[in-house]
């Protein structure tokens, strides 16, 4: 357990600090900017053990990268992991200085919090790319079903154009987030790892790279649950309920779809691993989750092996 800890709650204008230690706590606002970082660095000062904090789209990255090249301790938490540690304090209210005081208690009593690594500028980009590309394709998705309803010739004229200018961008999004992944050997040589295994393109590889950067350091099932791929089972004495998933990243099951459903073409492990769950009554859906929940724990398992998918031997006629 750690002992002296600090929880920083972000907004767009403003950083929320709680200090959580055994002689005491104390609390602090800062702006969130150049000067009020160096303000929160020296407010924080040495030998604290964890500063934790939520991801808040764009607010948080400057936070990020400027109190890690300060040597700070950085800890993210999820929100929803938040969420429920406070109701579990019994805690309802959600204000600034409420959240920055219970993101501090909880990286104190949470031991296994796994620390925010230093990215590089190349990796930095390629989420901010990935995130624009993520976008874009929503809006493509949404161009593409409002056609589907147009009557109209203009209405449909710029919706046609609106869809080939989408398709521009990605285009050159797609291109710029290959270059990344070639700029740096640990991107290079994550994305060919990833790209061994069929059913994962370069395209599933960069999102994947992106919103799942522990891959490569957890166990199998711990890279299924943070992915949003274990079974959760619900039981109760004699009663058994129906086991589904449950949270984890909706983003890297989205990720994750389409490789899975060209797995099950393509991928004679993962196609006999479909077919078997088909013959034993299993619905489609769950065979296909049981197929992206093997797909993400074969990939951080060749990713902590630093190897490349071998093939399996054809069994002799």
Sequence with gaps: MTNHTVGVDISKARLDAHEHAPTGSRTASFSNDAAGFRKLIAWVGPGVGRVAYEPTGPWHRDFEEVL?????????????????????????????????????????AIDDLRPTPAKSRSQRDLAELQSVRDALVADRTATLNRGKHLRHALAKRINKERLAQIERQLKSVDDEIQRLLQSEETLRRRSRILTSIPGISSVTAAGLIVHMPELGTLTGPRAASLAGLAPVTRES???????????????????????????????????????????????????????????????????????LRTPEPRAAN
């Design 68 to 108: 890690l090249k300060a040597g700070l301790p950085l800890y993210a938490i999820n929100p929803y992991q938040v969420r429920c540690f406070a109701r579990s304090q019994g805690r309802r209210a959600k204000i600034d200085a409420v959240d920055a005081r219970t993101l501090a208690v909880m990286a104190a």
């Design 237 to 307: 004495g004699a009663w058994r309920g129906r086991s589904f998933i449950q949270g984890g990243g909706h983003t890297v099951r989205r990720t994750l779809y389409m490789p899975a459903l060209s797995a099950i073409r393509w991928n004679p492990d993962l196609k006999r691993k479909y077919a078997a769950l088909l013959d034993a009554g299993k619905p489609p859906k769950v065979a296909l989750t049981a197929v992206m929940r093997k797909l993400v724990v074969l990939a951080n398992a060749l990713l902590q092996q630093d190897r």
